[in-house]
């Protein structure tokens, strides 16, 4: 049994319950802490999730959408939360009152916790103003009305921006190759850039992966320009400090801020900083995995790793017979060219590759360890599947079949 600080242990012990982790948040991140620490401990512990949405959404097939090649799967999350038998509080959460080990919600209720998980995300905010600024779903359709112009040459010239800080830039890569094919043979006076502060295309992945993303960039006629920031797009020109590129549109990746969670140390930036377990500095019984960690590169891969490296510290000190290694990511990463993809990857010792045939399985865009098989095999909790079984049975009710 975990000490407890501020809450008698005796309770617990006279009532015979084992102890409770509370996830808090509804994405990636959160979902992989519920099946890692029910994989890894078992009945040991009662895990419950705290998340205001109704859904799970599948973001990074959003990139797709404006091209008609992918959608966005949404999944309840009550029948994730029914599927794993786990207490699911629809709320958010207020403030971390961690001398009671307590989480406040946004509608008063205490939720008491012996591990707490904290997997709330950041904030995507405007990074480059008078920008389209892409993030995620929402933003589908804008992209494919820019997409549209160019393809009826009302435009003609069309900028993809990395903000400044931006750790995670590969949408934007995505984002620019699959335009270039869209609009390939129907606007041959397009004229597409992709403007970065990277050294490098996609430079977090290494120099092979780099000069072999450049390569892909010139073949499709997309101009880098690297070492660079869009400051604004005002009068038909993105604004770079004294250099100005000529842009009809301009389509930015976000810029991340922090929640700031009320009760819980935090950066300027309003990011929690963790230790190399995942343990949030200066609290006791609290982990922040993430976008809402501070520092590192923040994606959906690299947050199902932190989650399952929380996960193994929860279950060893909930008796179970794991190892809690220390957090050493593998970058891993699928994009989408419009005529194809490749995957990238790039260890803890800075080897990388990139091929067209896939480097993981399942072959999925967030390589989780327990999310990715999951999905894969319960496909039926889809929401946009649920709703078509739905029509269809009503249909056929009606029809009297």
């Not at 804008?142 to 010239?157: C, G, H, P, W, Y």
Request: charged content about 20%; hydrophobic content about 50%; proline content about 7%.
């Amino acid at each position: 049994m975990w000490p407890r600080r501020g809450v008698p242990s005796v309770s617990l012990m006279t009532l015979q319950l084992p102890p409770r982790v509370l996830v808090v948040g509804g994405g990636v991140a959160a979902l992989e802490t519920v099946l890692a620490v029910q994989a890894l401990a078992g009945d040991r512990v009662r895990v419950e999730l705290l998340a205001p949405d109704r859904h799970f959404t599948y973001r990074p097939a959003a990139v797709a959408e404006p091209f008609s090649a992918g959608a966005v799967e949404r999944f309840p999350l009550a029948a994730i939360a029914a599927d794993r038998n786990v207490r699911i509080h629809r709320d958010a959460m207020a403030r971390v009152r961690g001398l009671d080990r307590a989480v406040e919600t946004q509608d008063g209720d205490s939720l008491h916790y012996d591990r707490l998980v904290l997997a709330l995300g950041a904030r995507a905010v405007e990074g480059v103003p008078g920008a389209l600024t892409f993030r995620g779903p929402q933003d589908a359709q804008r992209v494919r009305a820019v997409v549209d112009e160019l393809k009826q040459s009302a435009i003609r010239r069309v900028v993809f921006a990395v903000p400044a800080g931006t750790t995670w830039s590969l949408p934007a890569y995505e984002l620019a190759l699959q335009t270039a094919a869209a609009v390939r043979g129907v606007a041959p006076a397009a004229r597409l850039a992709l403007v970065t502060p990277e050294p490098a295309a996609l430079a977090a992945f290494g120099a092979a992966a780099s000069e072999a993303v450049a390569v892909l960039l010139a073949d499709a006629g997309v101009e880098l320009y690297t070492g660079l920031v869009g400051d604004e797009l005002a009068d038909g020109e993105l604004r770079m400090g004294e250099l100005h590129l000529p842009a009809d549109r301009v389509i930015a990746l976000p810029r991340l801020v922090g929640p700031r969670p009320p009760g819980v140390l935090c950066d300027a930036a309003g990011f929690v900083p963790v230790d190399e377990h995942m343990r949030v500095l200066d609290a006791d019984g609290i982990f922040a995995i993430g976008d809402i960690m501070a520092g590192g590169v923040k994606q959906g891969g690299l947050a199902t790793q932190q989650a399952d490296v929380a996960a193994a510290v929860i279950a060893a000190e909930a008796g179970a017979p794991v190892a809690a290694e220390p957090y050493r990511p593998v970058l891993r990463g699928l994009l989408l060219t419009g005529g194809g993809v490749r995957w990238l990857r790039r260890d803890p010792a800075g080897e990388s590759e990139i091929s067209p045939d896939p480097l993981w399985w399942p072959p999925t865009k967030i390589a989780g360890r327990h999310l990715a098989p999951y999905l894969a095999a319960h496909l039926d909790l889809g929401a946009a599947r649920a709703s078509e079984r739905e029509a269809r049975l009503h249909h056929g009710a009606a029809a009297g079949g």
